[in-house]
Every structure is written in structure tokens, then in C-alpha cells.
């Protein structure tokens, strides 16, 4: 079994896994506080600020127990906790894609459900995608709503939903990152992303440009010592990306 394989399917399966945990531990609203969600699901969470990784989790005694290490950042706390939270719960979403023991998935593609479901547990399916439509992709105040994610993963999880976008991670006026959600191979940057992107580096203001055929949303996200945009590229109306 690979993760590419009913892609519809193991997309509604990891968004039904998300929803039941969230659920169980009686989050009706966003922001989902993923340690306080351990808790409610009798999951033990102890600060360890000793341990070598960011988190880990164990099973004592038949109890599961996440320990997560401090960090300044409390949304990397959050996504170390809601990553545990999936690779606990992982097993769910290969029980029902009928998954058996000698084709038991490799440790890559259980890490790699485990990240699907933190981010559909810090940014729930049910809440998110009308949250952004709503406020057409913004993800200011999408942040404002959705505390416990960073922008990245705010960002990252617009490519869920099904209209053509680009996401852009920039660090230190550099291109770290570049995803879509599109069936055709990714292009590259074109001038009038850079364009927006520079101004947006340059004046630290959310910036959008749009010409016939693009729309181009600049988000810096910048601190005393580092420098992050965040670009959303979607296509005008009736117009595809080339």
C-alpha cells in the first residue's frame, strides 16, 4: 500500500480519523489545543527537557504517554504533540484501508499519516475550509482563529481544498519551499510573484498584486532575526496556471 494509492479515499478515511479523535476528546471549536486534547483522550503528556527529539511517545503499562521537550515556539509544541497524537492513532487509518500484517507500511509512510492527521487535527476539516473560504485565503486572520498552527502549516493546508493554488515559503530571501495543489508539474516562479514577494520583503506588509491571469498574496511573517514570507499564488477566475 502507498500513500498515493485512492487518494480520495485515504483523504476522506485520514479526515474521519481526525474528526472522531477530535471528537473524543471534546473539541467542538477551534483552536485545537493538542495537549489538552492528549489529556481528554487519557493520554499522558510529560515535559521532558532532557529528551534528544522534540517529542516521542510511548506505550507504559498499556497507557500511552507523550513526552514532549519545551520550546519558545508554542506552535512547534503543539505540532509535536498532534504528530504523537497521530502516530498513535495511525493504526486506524490503515485498519480500514484493509491494510494486514505483510503489507504493513513502512515507518516513512506511518510518519507521513501521522503528519496528515496533526494537521487536520490542529486545522479540523470540518471547521477550516469554510473559516478560509470565508475569508478568502487570508491567512491573517485565519491565524487569529487558528492560534495553535503556524502560518506554514495554515498555508500548507489551503492545498487541501480543491481550487488551484501555489504555496511559497521564503526564508531569509530565499525559496525554501514550493507546493501545489495541481495534477500538472509545479512551474516556476514567475515575475510578478517575485515582484510581490520583494515588496513584501522590503516593507513587512502583507502585499497583493495581480495582473490578467494571476493573483499573488504576499504575507511576511518576519521577527527580529529571521525573515519568513509566505506567498499564496491562485489563478483569476477562468484562467489555469501554464
Known amino acids: 500500500m502507498t500513500l498515493s494509492y485512492q487518494q480520495e479515499n ?3 478515511l485520514l479526515n474521519e480519523v481526525a474528526g ?3 471528537e ?5 471549536a477551534p483552536p485545537v489545543n493538542a495537549i489538552e486534547l492528549a489529556k481528554g483522550l487519557q493520554i499522558g503528556v510529560i515535559i521532558d527537557s532532557q529528551q534528544p527529539t522534540r517529542a516521542r511517545h510511548k ?6 504517554t507523550i513526552f514532549l521537550k519545551p520550546d519558545d515556539r508554542p506552535e512547534r509544541m ?39 492527521l496533526a494537521s487536520r487535527i490542529l486545522l479540523p476539516d470540518k471547521h477550516f475550509f469554510l473559516d478560509a473560504i470565508e475569508l478568502q485565503f487570508d491567512l491573517i486572520p ?8 503556524s502560518y506554514e502549516l495554515i498555508a500548507m493546508r489551503l492545498l487541501d481544498e480543491p481550487a488551484q493554488k501555489i504555496v511559497t515559503i521564503c526564508d531569509q530571501g530565499a525559496i525554501t519551499r514550493r507546493r501545489s495543489n495541481m495534477k500538472q508539474s509545479l512551474p516556476s516562479m514567475r515575475p510578478l510573484e517575485r515582484e510581490c514577494w520583494q515588496k513584501g520583503m522590503q516593507t ?28 499564496l499564488t491562485t489563478p483569476i477566475e477562468n484562467e489555469d496556471f501554464e
Open 10 to 12: 485515504l483523504s476522506y
Open 20 to 22: 472522531d479523535i477530535l
Open 24 to 28: 473524543q476528546g471534546a473539541v467542538v
Open 59 to 64: 506505550q507504559i503499562m498499556q497507557q500511552h
Open 78 to 116: 503543539q505540532w509535536a504533540a498532534a504528530h504523537e497524537l497521530g502516530e498513535v492513532f495511525a493504526w486506524r487509518v490503515f485498519e480500514q484501508l484493509n491494510d494486514t500484517e505483510e503489507s504493513r507500511p513502512h515507518s516513512v509512510q506511518r510518519e507521513e499519516v501521522a503528519n496528515l
Open 142 to 149: 485565519l491565524k487569529a482563529i487558528y492560534t495553535t498552527a
Open 204 to 231: 513587512g506588509k502583507r502585499v497583493t498584486y495581480q495582473d490578467a491571469g494571476l493573483k499573488v498574496c504576499c504575507f511576511p511573517v518576519h521577527e527580529p532575526h529571521w525573515k519568513r514570507e509566505i506567498l
